[in-house]
Nanobody, 128 residues
Framework: QVQLVESGGGLVQAGGSLRLSCVFS????????MGWFRQAPGKDREFVGA????????SYADSVKGRFTISRDNAKNTMYLQMNSLKPEDTAVYYC?????????????????????WGQGTQVTVSS
């Protein structure tokens, strides 16, 4: 059973905007911290941002801070990633993720964000 489904990716020119959506399973993730990661070709998957189950707590990677905004609407079972002022280096596959065991985003002792479920990803391409 697919529990996280991303959409909204596409091709956009530098300086443009996109909004990604992630529909999640209510049964599993309605009380879960969630987040976004991305992976560019030839690079490791990297953290983009995180949000608590309530939506009141968010955290962002320095590379996207001030340009990207994470939000969620639990009534619609959907998390969003609003991406503004896009740059070619934002080109990547974007993944929705969730931590089914925590309401707050958290890291392990090594400083790695903890998530246990992933979507299939959606491609974002920013042209220069």
């Amino acid at each position: 059973q697919v529990q996280l489904v991303e959409s909204g990716g596409g091709l956009v020119q530098a300086g443009g905007s996109l909004r990604l959506s992630c529909v999640f399973s209510v049964r599993t993730f309605s009380m879960s911290a969630m987040g976004w990661f991305r992976q560019a070709p030839g690079k490791d998957r990297e953290f983009v941002g995180a949000i608590s189950w309530s939506g009141y707590t968010t955290s962002y990677a320095d590379s996207v801070k001030g340009r990207f905004t994470i939000s969620r609407d639990n009534a619609k079972n959907t998390m969003y990633l609003q991406m503004n002022s896009l740059k070619p280096e934002d080109t990547a596959v974007y993944y929705c993720t969730a931590d089914s065991t925590s309401q707050m985003p958290r890291k392990n002792s090594e400083g790695t964000w903890q998530y246990d479920c992933w979507g299939q990803g959606t491609q974002v391409t920013v042209s220069s």
